[in-house]
């Protein structure tokens, strides 16, 4: 256990309509990354927060967005879902920004979109 | 240009044996770091193993041991003693030092670890 938690495990719906998926780090960690997990595009970084402010963005379309409330928790929203939106998406989190900080992933959301 | 490479996709080792995984890598930055995930066919990536850029050492964690090569840019995963539950799927990830506030992994396509009893 990473101490990465995601809800929920497992998420069905239909074209066109609108997800969050949630994430809390592991307790202490600062920065949370998400990561987007299809057969085609492999294991891609869609976006970071530290601290609650966004640090960068990789290739997240622009259907989709994040937040990290002062929690420290995090949520991504999908909307206008399409099939082709339908992977893994993981969480991650870690304790800073430094060079040698391993980033912990949590369990991953399977998000199936019909 | 790849920025990580996994040249194979599927690997067998017989039960006891060692393997090594390939990952070769590119990067102009001076300091990056090097890690390896594995992700079981339940999903989930477990961090194993990790290896910056100016670490003079090979990194090393139990059965685990990264095989650093800096001016062949490569870091490859070496696991001894294979045992049934190495099977899965292993990902070699940089990290690359950027502006200096961006932390994110690129990773490799992955190879697929069999473990044969």
């Known amino acids: 256990d990473s101490g990465v938690t995601q809800t929920p495990k497992h998420l069905i719906t239909a074209t066109g309509q609108r997800v969050t998926l949630r994430c809390s780090p592991r307790s202490g960690d600062l920065s949370v990354y998400w990561y987007q997990q299809s057969l085609d595009q492999g294991l891609q970084f869609l976006i970071q927060?530290?601290?609650?402010?966004?640090?960068a963005k990789g290739n997240i379309l622009e259907r989709f967005s994040a937040q990290q409330f002062p929690d420290l928790h995090s949520e991504l929203n999908l909307s206008s879902l399409e099939l082709g939106d339908s992977a893994l998406y993981f969480c991650?989190?870690?304790?800073?920004?430094?060079?040698?900080?391993?980033?912990?992933f949590g369990p991953g959301t399977r998000l199936t979109v019909t | 240009a790849q920025k990580i490479t996994q040249t194979q996709p599927g690997m067998f080792v017989q039960e006891k044996e060692a393997v090594t995984l390939d990952c070769t890598y590119d990067?102009?930055?001076?300091?990056?770091?090097l890690f390896w995930y594995k992700q079981p066919s339940s999903g989930e990536m477990i961090f194993l193993i990790y290896q910056g850029s100016y670490d003079e050492q090979n990194a090393t964690e139990g059965r685990y041991s990264l095989n650093f090569q800096k001016a062949r840019k490569s870091a490859n995963l070496v696991i001894s003693a294979s045992q049934l539950g190495d099977s899965a799927m292993y990902f070699c990830?940089?990290?690359?030092?950027?502006?200096?506030?961006?932390?994110?992994?690129?990773f490799g396509s992955g190879t697929q670890l069999t473990v044969l009893p």
């Open positions: 990067t102009s930055d001076q300091s990056y770091g």
């Open positions: 990830a940089m990290r690359e030092s950027g502006d200096g506030s961006a932390r994110q992994l690129t």
């Open positions: 927060y530290y601290n609650g402010e966004e640090r």
């Open positions: 991650a989190s870690s304790v800073a920004l430094g060079q040698a900080y391993e980033q912990y």
